[in-house]
């Protein structure tokens, strides 16, 4: 017997087969059942089945071939981690939050397609998914946990609804073929490495409700021309546009009271930035070669 069975609930696969076809019946795939399963390469899941357990099927490298049945309302923890040869996961609308490291190192998913009612995505949910070009951030989604997407590097483009009400730290950092982000979340804070070190990022529009620009959020962004702070920012945080090497022109409103160390060191394109009267900032905030002038000196 290739399966152990209790209840219900499938406790481990013992088989050798590389097309598993689970029985009917099974209503749970227990914690780390297929985990290291390397010879499989497809996996029937019959309609019933309601939990996917925590890595469940962690590093079955060869997996190519699943489909999740309608009945599936839970995902585990890590369930499809290092399943690096997967190229298309559509999830089930019974699923209403994608947990950590669900398909992290998934290194050959290329498509995702999320349920609308889905509320969150957890840490590392696919981070290091190295080939992902395509996922839709629905309407429902309110967080987006940290190194969600971090090093999806063939991501493109990315719109975060207005549902968003938290956008954690490093979620895109590495994202190194993001060209076009569209943020039209509620949430107060650009976290610390958010966008780092997407290089390919020319134009980003910061949201009215972001009060807070933290450390090193765009850091190492270099293809990033031009960046208008809202008048609801009282602060950027140390490194945050840390050698965005062609970032030309800035606008910092007079709400911002402090600008951080090195914020805006290495952009050795930007020749003059105004500042308000009160704000506080670093010797080396800005290039050694830019010129800081306050609007109050203007006037």
């Known amino acids: 017997m290739d399966f152990l069975i209790e209840s219900s609930v499938l406790m481990k696969y013992t088989g050798s087969a590389a097309k598993v076809e689970i029985p009917a019946g099974v209503t749970v795939i227990g ?18 089945v309601r939990t996917i357990g925590e890595w469940a099927f962690d590093g079955c490298d060869e997996l190519a071939e699943l489909r999740l049945p309608a009945s599936v309302e839970t995902i585990g923890k890590g369930a499809f981690h290092s399943c690096a040869d997967l190229t298309e996961v559509v999830i089930p609308q019974g699923v209403t939050r994608i947990e950590p490291s669900t398909f992290e190192d998934c290194a050959g998913l290329k498509r995702v397609v999320l349920p609308e009612n889905i509320t969150g995505i957890g840490y590392l949910a696919f981070a290091d998914c190295l080939n992902l070009e395509e996922i839709k951030i629905p309407e429902s989604v309110t967080v987006i946990g940290d190194d969600a997407f971090r090093s999806c590097r063939c991501l493109k483009e990315i719109v975060l609804p207005t549902s968003v009400r938290e956008l954690e730290c490093s979620v895109f950092e590495n994202c190194t073929g993001l060209r076009r982000v569209e943020l039209h979340g509620e949430f107060p804070k650009l976290r610390s490495s958010v966008f780092a070190n997407c290089p390919q990022l020319h134009n980003v529009t910061i949201p009215d409700s972001v009060n807070l620009i933290e450390n090193s959020a765009f850091e190492g962004c270099t293809g990033l021309r ?6 609801s920012v009282a602060e950027i945080g140390e490194n945050a546009f840390w050698n965005c090497t062609g970032l030309f022109q800035v606008t910092i409103p007079d709400s911002v009271t402090d600008i951080g160390w090195g914020a805006f060191e290495g952009c050795e394109q930007l020749e003059h930035v105004t500042v308000g009267a009160e704000c506080d900032y670093e010797d080396n905030s800005f290039p050694e070669e830019c010129y800081v002038s306050r609007r109050a000196e203007e006037n």
């Open 31 to 48: 914690p780390y059942a297929f985990a290291d399963s390397d010879q499989v390469v497809s996996v029937m899941i019959p309609d019933g």
């Open 226 to 231: 031009s960046v208008v702070i809202p008048n």
